[in-house]
């Protein structure tokens, strides 16, 4: 057996190291897409979780500002019940006897 040498090994090595490189180069660019979509998936998911933070804040404040709505829509309920409430130290009027008689 001959050790084949010359143009035609050259040629094979050429062509060989040729398709390893596009096999690389192909695989790197796979990475690289993977890279970006895992980038892009992070970025969505962060962008979630601000949204529901955000929201479920929102919905603390809402729930917050209800309550206080509410308790001062009472207090204030309150507030006009005891102001129509007649003084305490006054007593009540007599009533009227004819008019007493006229029911009876």
Same mark, same amino acid.
């Given at each position: 057996m001959e050790k084949e040498?010359?143009? =035609?090994? =050259?040629r094979e090595a050429e062509e060989t190291i040729a398709?390893?490189?596009k096999i690389v180069e192909h695989q790197l660019a796979e990475a690289r897409i993977m890279e970006m979509q895992a980038q892009t998936l992070l970025t969505s998911e962060?962008?979630?979780a601000e949204e529901r933070a955000v929201k479920t804040q929102t919905e603390?404040?809402?729930?917050?500002?209800s309550d206080a709505v509410t308790g001062a829509t009472r207090?204030?309920?309150?507030?006009?019940?005891?102001a129509a409430m007649p003084p305490?130290?006054?007593?009540?009027?007599?009533?009227?006897?004819k008019q007493c008689v006229r029911r009876a």
């Open positions: 040498t010359g143009p =035609d090994i =050259d398709q390893i490189e962060s962008i979630l603390a404040h809402s729930s917050a500002f207090g204030y309920a309150a507030y006009r019940a005891i305490l130290n006054t007593l009540p009027e007599e009533p009227d006897k």
